[in-house]
């Protein structure tokens, strides 16, 4: 169990059923007595936020959300396929979960993957990958500015703005949560 002064940013609880994650909070005192909590809850089955309040002596259960390291294997019409790094189970989940992130994934990339209630409820991806760039138009004379921008195509056929700079053949590194253009990989 906890209580309202165990809540921290991305402490995990279970509110009806379902695991939230503690996003903000501000703890305030009130006059005389106790103090109230308010926060930012993200659902971390349909990603949704909630605003909650908590008092003074409320009991929160924790949530029981486990991490394993998976792999991923293959993608098949709507659902990723990945293995489990310690037992070899597969298991997949549908490419909505992911959004626009599954389209970093290549056969072999390790991730990380959130169980609850046994059941796979998110598939974090590393922060930054390194990914090759396979297609990327020539720079046009006089398009020398820095700040230019143009489209390339990942060895996974995702597509980002990228540097004039970077040609075909390159790899680049790719911040997974925003699915932008870092920096070149370091070979």
């Known amino acids: 169990m906890l209580s309202i002064t165990d809540l921290k940013k991305d402490t995990l609880l279970q509110l009806d059923g379902t695991p939230y994650k503690v996003v903000e909070y501000a703890q305030k005192q009130m006059g005389r007595g106790g103090s109230i909590v308010n ?47 310690e037992n070899y189970e597969q298991f997949s989940i549908d490419v909505s979960l992911l959004g626009r992130a599954s389209q970093l994934l290549k056969e072999g990339q390790s991730v990380t993957a959130q169980w609850f209630n046994a059941n796979v409820i998110n598939v974090e991806l590393p922060t930054k990958i390194a990914l090759k760039v396979i297609e990327a138009p020539e720079v046009t004379k006089g398009d020398t500015q820095s700040t230019v921008m143009k489209n390339v195509t990942l060895e996974t056929n995702a597509k980002l703005q990228a540097p004039i700079f970077i040609k075909a053949g390159e790899t680049v590194v790719v911040d997974t949560r925003t699915i932008s253009y870092v920096e070149r990989a370091k070979s």
């Open 39 to 85: 926060t930012k809850l993200k659902n971390l089955i349909d990603g949704s936020v909630l605003q909650k309040t908590f008092k003074g002596n409320d009991k929160l259960d924790e949530a029981d959300v486990s991490n394993t390291r998976a792999q991923f294997l293959y993608a098949a019409g709507d659902q990723l396929h990945f293995m489990d790094e």
